[in-house]
């Protein structure tokens, strides 16, 4: 399994970033995918998750609101739309692949990580 994290960059607060994921070399649409970030001297956080289907969602609560994910099976891609962002939101974030259709917020929960995308946001 492949994944490649793409569409990060440099923003200022209050702008937005719309990352990317592309999957290969698995049956990626029958498994859940997760966004996780890690900051510099930070463990590495739960951000949000979608479902196989993409018909259900989960957000950690500083992501609640402002974050959005979603998924294309046909394409393997997953999305993740960040609206509204914040220096605190500055971090490496990474897309996953859970070990089942639902998986949650635990890292532990996810088999196959991509390398990351830096997202940094400016006050």
């Known amino acids: 399994v492949q994944l490649q994290a793409s569409g990060g960059g440099l923003v200022q607060a209050g702008g937005s970033l719309r990352l990317s994921c592309a999957a290969s070399?698995?049956?990626?649409?029958?498994?859940?995918m997760g966004w996780f970030r890690q900051a510099p001297g930070q463990e590495r956080e739960f951000v949000g998750s979608?479902?196989?289907?993409?018909?259900?969602?989960i957000y950690a609560d500083n992501a609640r609101g402002r974050f959005t994910i979603s998924r294309d099976n046909a394409k393997g891609m997953v999305y993740l739309q960040m609206n509204t962002l914040k220096p605190e939101d500055t971090a490496v974030y990474y897309c996953?692949?859970?070990?089942?259709?639902?998986?949650?917020?635990?890292?532990?929960?996810?088999?196959?990580w991509g390398q990351g995308t830096q997202v940094t946001v400016s006050s």
């Open positions: 996953a692949v859970g070990r089942s259709s639902y998986s949650g917020r635990d890292p532990a929960n996810y088999t196959y």
């Open positions: 070399g698995r049956t990626f649409g029958a498994y859940a």
């Open positions: 979608i479902s196989w289907r993409g018909d259900s969602t």
